[in-house]
C-alpha cells in the first residue's frame, strides 16, 4: 500500500498516512485540530481546509461555495488523500497561534506484538507438543512375528531415535488393522511429554505418508464471544481464524448469571453442553475454511477465565460466586478432547490452561505465557481492561496479580452517552483550546451517537489538558461557549449539536461520567500500585506494559497516561497482544515449553484479593484524581501542564 | 488336626497321615502296594490288611467272613485312620520279598508356595500401588482462598510431605463438594506411580477417615474360568475369592472359536461384553462375602492369556490365530476400569498383564511375576500343563519362552477312558510286579469310571518302572496275566474288570493312550530342551521347577520324572503356585515393585516359536521314549531301573 506526506500550515507538522486515508483522520493523527462536530459525515460543514500543493479524491459539498473550492477549500473529512499534500487549516479553526508551541500528544496506540515461530526456535523454545514420523516396516513372518505395537514402537526407536514410547488403548485398538491396511507403511503421531525424559505417547498411526499434515487449534472461551484458530503445526502458520457468540448467552450475560444458572438442577450439563457446541462450531468453519480434514487436527489447547474454564470442565463454579470466592483448582490435566465432547479425532488431548483465582483466569495466564513476559528481565505491567479488569506486574522472577473491579466505563457502560465501539460511537476527539470547539471523529465516518470506551478516555484527557476540567474531573465554570453548561443540576460539554446526531438530541459528556470514568481508571491503577507496593516496588519501577483484550487495541496510550490508567513510560514500551488468551492457547499449541513453564508460572503467581489488602483502599483514594494526586508520578505530563500554565500567563 | 502315625508290614515302612484319612490312601502314599480293583469302592474285597496294633474307624465288610474279621482283617479302602497303627499286608498280595529292597518312589507332589506381604517388605519390594491419606485441612477465608484443589494438594505435602501430585479431572470436579461435605476433614486415595520419581495422583477423594478401608480385586481370565480375590492393602491378606465359568463359553470351547466369533460383525463387543459380565458377577460375590463396600476397591488388576486379554480390551484378535500369529501388543496401558464396563469406582484403573507373543499370554507373566523366578540367581523351568503347555526357562539375567501344543492327553483328551479329574476317575495307581494286580485309587473313591492325566502319569511310570511297558511304551507280550490282552489288534492292560466300573465295561489303558502321552510329555519336554539349546544350556542346567494350572498341583513329581515329563530334579526344588495368573495379578494389586519389573521382564523375554526352530523336531523325535532316548539325563532311574534288572536276574 502507497503511502503519501503530509504537511500541515501553520502547524508546520509533517506526518505520512496510507493511500486512501480521510483528512480529517490525518490531522487528528498529526495532532492538528480541525473543528467537527458531525464525527465526519460532511454534515456541519466545519471541517474546511486549504489544499495548497496537491489533490484530494472528493471533499466538495454544497457546505463551500464554488469561490471557496476554487481557492482550494474541502471539508478534511469527505477529502481522501491520494498523493502528497500541503494543507493549510483556515484562521477561523486555528488555535491561538501561541497553542502551536506546545508539544502536542501524537496520537499513538500500542505496537501490536506476536511472537513468531523461527524467534522461539532461536532460543530453544520450540518444543512441538505433537509430531508426525513416516515408517516403512518389514512385514512379520513366522521368524519374525513381534506383536504388531512392538514392531511400531521399534522401529520407531531403530528410524527415528524415538525412546521411552507409550501407546493408548484407543491406539492399540487400531494399530493391526491400519498397519495391514498401509502395507505397513505408517504414520504415527506422536504426544510429545512436557518435560524431557519422559515418555511420548503414540496417539494415533494412519496408513501412507502423513506427515506434511498436522495441525492444531488453539481456543479462547470468552464469556461473550468465543474464538479459534487453525494452525499449522509445520510452519506455526495460522491458517484460518474464526469466531462467534457463546451460545451460553442465553443462559445469562455475565459469568456471575452464568453460575447461578450452573446451580440449578441439569444447567451445568447445559452450559457445558452449549459452549461445546459453540467450540465444536467455530472448530468446524476454521477446518473448512482451511481446507484441512478433521482427523488432521492432533491437538487443541484452550483458554478462558475461570468461569469459562470450570463450565467447559463441567465442574461446578458454585463457589466461585460465593465469598470466599474459591475456584476448584489451578491445574488442571489435559484430558481426551472428546471426552469434552469437542469433536475432534479420539487421539486429540485438550489443553486446559490453567487458573490463579477466581477472577484471574486461563485467559490471563494464557496472556502471561503468550507474551512471553514470565521470561524477560524487564518489570512488566500486563493489563487486561474491561469491566473486571486483571493485572499481573513482575518479570522472570517474581509475579504478583489482581482483579480489579473497574465498572463499565470503558465498554460505554454508565457514561450517558457511553456505547460500544461500534459505527457512530465517537472514537476520537480534539478541542480547540481558543473557542473550545470540538473535532469529533466516528467509527465509520458517520453522524455520531454516543462515545466509546477509547473516545471516552481522549476526551477526558484532552478536556484535563487544556484545562477545560480540573484534576477532579471538574469543568471550568468560568469558561465561555455554549458547550459547557448545566443541565438539572448536573454540568456538561456538548460534543454535538441534536441536528448533528444521529439520536435527535444534544450528545454530551458529563462530569458524572468523568466521575465514573476517574473511579475505573482509579481502580485500575491503584490495583497496580497495591501489587508494586505489595513486592517492596513502585509504579517508578515499571518498565513495559502489555495491553490485551479489544480495549487495548484502541486506547491511545499518552491519552491513557494523562488520565492516569496508565504509568507513564515511554510509548514504544507499551505492547498490544490483542486476544491474549487465544494467543496464549495458540503458543500451547506450538511449543511443550509453554506448557512446561506455565506450571513454574502458576506457583510462581501471588494472588492479591485486592479488598482484603488494606492499602488497596488508600491507593484507590489517592488515584482519584486527574492524573493522581501524586502528579510527580507522572513527570512528563507535569511539565507539559507547567509549559502551557505559562503560555496562558 | 491331629496327626498319626502307620508302620506297615513286612516291608517295615512308617507313615505319617492325618487323621481321617483311609487306609488304601495311606499304604499308596507310603509306596505300599494293595490290590485294589474297584477304586476303593470296598466292592472288590482285594484290598485285605491285617490291623496288627491299633484300631481303625470301618474297614468291615460282607467280602470279609467272621473269622477273618476277628483276626483282624479289614478292607484298606473302607478303614479310616484314627490312631497309630500297625498294618500288615497279607501274604497273597505281597510282592516278591527281594522287591522290597527297591528304592520305592515315594508320592510326593510339589510344594505350595505362594509369596507374603511380609517376605515383600523385608526385601524391600513392598511399594504399595495404591494409598490413601487422612487430612484436616483449614477452612478457606477471605485471607486464605486457594482453590480447593491447590489446598488439598498443598496440605498433603504439608502434612504426608507428598510431593508431585496430579489430580484428574473426575476428582477436581469432586472435590469442591467433597471438602464441604466433609467440613474439610477428608481422606485423599494416591495412586503410585510405577517408577519413583514419577507423579501420584490422587484418584480419590472421600470425606472423612476412611484410610482403614482401601482394598484390591485381583482376577485372572481363564478361557473356561474367571477367578477373583479380593485383597485388604493394608494387610496383604486375601480377604474373599471366587469363580465362576467365563460366559464366553457359550460363543466357544477354546481360543480359537472365540477369534472366529470375535472376527463376525458385532462379535468382539459381545465377548468382550460378557467376559466384563463374568468379572462384575465375581467381583460383586467377593465384596459381598467379603462385607465391603464397592467404592472402597481403589484397584484392580487382571491377567489372561493372549486372546483373553485382548477380548477384554476390546482389540480384535483376529491375527492371533492367522500365521504368522501376531498379537496386538505386548504391554498395555493402565485404562479406567469403568471404561472397560467394569463397575467399580470411576477412580479404579485396571492393570492388565503384558503378553509375550500369541500363546505366551499375561497369565503366564503373571506366573513369572508372582513365583518371583525372575529376581533369582537359579536356572528356573516354569511350566503351565495343559493343551497347550507354556514353558519359561531362565532366572535373574535372562527369560526364554515358548508355547508347546502338547495335545489334550493331560486332561484326559485323545486317552481311551480318558477324563477330567472329577469323580470316578483313577488318579492314583500302582502295580503289584509279581502278580501284576492293580492298586486303583479313584477320586471319591467310587467305582472308577475312567482315569484323569495325573493317573495316567502314573499308570504310565509305575508300567514302565516294573517293566510291564517297555522305553517305547509298548506291553511285555510275554507276561503272563489275563489283564494284558490284545483287543481289535491293539495291545491293552485292564485296569478294572466290566463288574468293577461304573461303565459296564472292561476299563483299559491301550498302547494308543500311552503313546499319546509319551507324545504330549515328548512336546514339554523337547520343548525346554529346545529353550535351553538356544541359549547355549542344557537340561541338568535346570536348578529348579515352578508348576502352575490346576494340573500342576496333583502330579507326582517322581513320576512325572520317570515318564521324562519333567527333568530330573530334588523334588523339594519343585513348587506349585496354583493359578499364576491369579498370583500375578493378587502380586501387582499389592506391590509396584511388580509393575516395575514386567516392563523389564517383558523386555528382557526371548520367544521362540518351536515349530520355526530346527532343533526342536530333532529333540521331540528323541523325547518320545521312557523317559528319553538318552538316559543319561535321568540318572536316578537309570539307577533303579538297573537295580531293578540285577533284581530280575
Redesign the interface.
Known sequence: MSEHSILFLPHNKKITVPDGETLIRAAMEAGVHVNASCGGEGLCGKCRVIIEDGAVEGGVSEKLSKADQEKGYRLACRSIVRGNLTVRIPVESEVDASVLNLKSTPRCTARIVEPNLDELKEQGLFIPPVEKKYLELPE???????????RLVSFLKLNHDEHRL????PV??E???VLRQGNFKVTATLARPVHSGRKSHIIHVEPGDTTDRNYAIAVDIGTTTVYAQLIDLKTGKVLAQHGDFNAQISYGEDVISRIVYAEKPGGLEKLQEVVVGTINKVIGKNIRKAGIGRNEVSSIALAGNTTMTQLL????P??IRR???????????P?GAKSLGIDLGDHVTALIYP?I??YVGGDIVAGIMGSGMYRTNEITLFMDIGTNAEIVIGNKDWLACAACSAGPAFEGGGIQFGMRAAKGAIEDFSIDPATLEPMNITIGNVRPKGLCGSGLIIMVATLFETGVIDSQGKFNRELKTPRIRQTEGIWEYVLAWKEETQIDRDLVLTEIDIENLIRAKGAIYSGAQTLLEEVGMGIQDIERIILAGGFGSYVDLEKAMVIGLLPEVAPDKVTFIGNSSLLGAKMSALTNRIRQDVVEVTRKMTNF?L??TPSYMDHYIAALFLPHTNITQFPKLKERLEARKKLRK
Do not use: G
Open positions: 512379520p513372518n513366522v521368524h519374525d512375528n513381534l506383536p504388531d505395537v512392538t507409550v501407546v493408548r488403548l492399540i485398538r494399530i493391526p488393522d470442565l463441567k465442574i461446578n458454585r463457589y465469598a470466599p470466592y474459591i475456584p476448584a483448582s489451578t491445574l488442571y490435566p484430558i487458573a483465582s477466581s484479593e479488598s482484603e
